[in-house]
């Protein structure tokens, strides 16, 4: 394994851990400040917003800087929000570190999982980009039981000093280990270069391809956390859990991803587009019966495992073949990251309806595994014109052959 992959996974290690160990803290920190629940739940809402909102603008704004100088960039923001947040005297303050935190994530994994996959030979690529986001997905595992210990042994701003600290060991591997590309190896050489410029990465999105994986990512990831956001109430109005075992269910899932994300790398560099159905089709499935089967303490176990494995396992994948078919735009993997969090909003929003409308707390489960099966409809269709690729101005492109230094169109 590249020391390049480590020091990329240990830095979305970090990023996870800012994102989710708020969830722990929240209580320490609307005490410290003296605000209501709502307010400081902003910090929350207000992350994942600067999240969809960097992941563009920043990609766009460095379209002509080198990818390495980027992240190293986009780590020393990351180290800069968190240390906010450690030393914030007010509210004010602390949101203000939340987003600034928040601007770089999009971005980061947009980016490096360019840089990931040129680390390796192309035929392991989508397994690069699986062990960059390995780090993310320890994260969920371990994100809010860490805020929670830490926070209440030594308080919530040790947290944030603690990730800051991973921030600036992040920081220090990336510059040490990840090559810039004049000092790659050309054996290493596989990632595709950007287009020049934030004109000629637009004209990548003018690809059917691109926009047909990127509507199936957030449909995709849509559904997943349509039914996850509210699952804790499944948990305890119907499954019968209590409070203090929904955090272990939660961990379950978490370890789900893990293996997940790992298991999907590996299949999509085998047979990236039915990997990706079989994915989406195994999380329609598995939500469709835990919500039948939601009553069963054990089958809600095995089902929450498998909805973390379904869930994660399309995600590298995905961002394998958005670059490949926008040419290694970098702009269309941060838009990828973009797309999952605009899914997530509306896969919530619809979850949060069906409740309202008295249909139970069982009803996000079915409401996902629609939104799911749409997903799986929309990558058959783009699996099948990449087959039968069309003529004319709006053919489908097939993927560009990464180990040239710069695809061909």
């Known amino acids: 394994m590249p020391g390049g992959l480590v020091a990329l996974a240990l830095g979305g290690f970090g990023i996870g851990l ?9 209580p320490q920190v609307a005490s ?44 020393a923001l990351f180290v800069v929000g968190n240390l906010l947040s450690a030393v914030a005297p007010d509210y004010r303050v602390m949101l203000l570190g939340r987003i600034v935190a928040a601007l770089c994530h999009g971005s980061f994994f947009g980016i490096g999982s360019l840089v990931a996959r040129g680390l390796v030979a192309p035929e392991r690529k989508s397994r690069a980009v699986a062990v960059m986001f390995a780090g993310l997905t320890l994260a969920n595992v371990l994100g809010v039981p860490f805020g929670a210990l830490v926070g209440e042994r030594w308080g919530w ?3 944030f000093w603690a990730v800051t600290g991973i921030g600036v060991l992040a920081l220090a591997g990336i ?22 410029g934030l004109r000629a990465q637009l004209r990548e999105f003018r690809s059917w391809q691109v926009w047909l994986t990127l509507t199936a990512t957030a449909l995709g990831y849509g559904g997943m956390f349509g039914a996850f956001s509210y699952i804790a109430y499944t948990y305890t109005e119907v499954g019968g859990f209590s409070s203090a075992q929904v955090a272990w269910l939660l961990m379950v899932y978490g370890v789900g991803l893990v293996v997940g994300n790992l298991l999907g790398g590996r299949a999509a560099d085998h047979d990236r587009d039915r990997a990706l159905i079989l994915a989406l089709l ?18 809600s176990v095995v089902l ?25 735009a970098a702009l269309a993997a941060s ?9 997530n909003a509306l896969g919530a929003w619809l979850g949060g309806l069906a409740i309202t409308a008295g249909l139970g ?18 990558m058959a269709v783009a699996a099948h014109l990449a087959r039968k690729p069309l003529d004319g101005p709006d053919a489908v492109r097939s993927p560009p052959d990464c180990r040239s230094e710069r695809p061909g169109r």
């Open 282 to 299: 195994g999380l329609t499935v598995t939500l469709t019966v835990f919500g039948l089967l939601a009553t069963n303490a054990t089958a």
């Open 304 to 328: 929450t495992f498998l909805m973390g494995v379904f869930g994660f396992a399309g995600v590298p994948g995905m961002i394998t073949r958005v670059t490949d078919y926008a040419h290694g």
């Open 175 to 196: 510059v040490a280990l990840v090559p810039g590309r004049e000092g790659e190896p050309r054996s290493l050489k596989t990632a595709p270069e950007s287009p020049a």
């Open 361 to 378: 707390y069982t009803a996000p489960l079915y409401v996902g595994s629609g939104i799911v099966l749409a997903s799986v409809v929309v």
């Open 32 to 75: 410290s400040f003296a605000v209501s629940e709502a307010a400081a739940g902003r910090l929350i809402s207000g992350y994942a917003l600067s999240v969809a909102v960097g992941a563009i603008v920043l990609t766009a704004a460095t379209a002509r800087l080198p990818r390495k100088q980027v992240l190293v960039g986009l780590v």
């Open 157 to 159: 701003r040790a947290a």
């Open 335 to 343: 838009a990828n990251v973009s797309a999952s969090n605009l899914g």
């Open 18 to 26: 800012t994102e989710f160990l708020i969830a722990g803290l929240l």
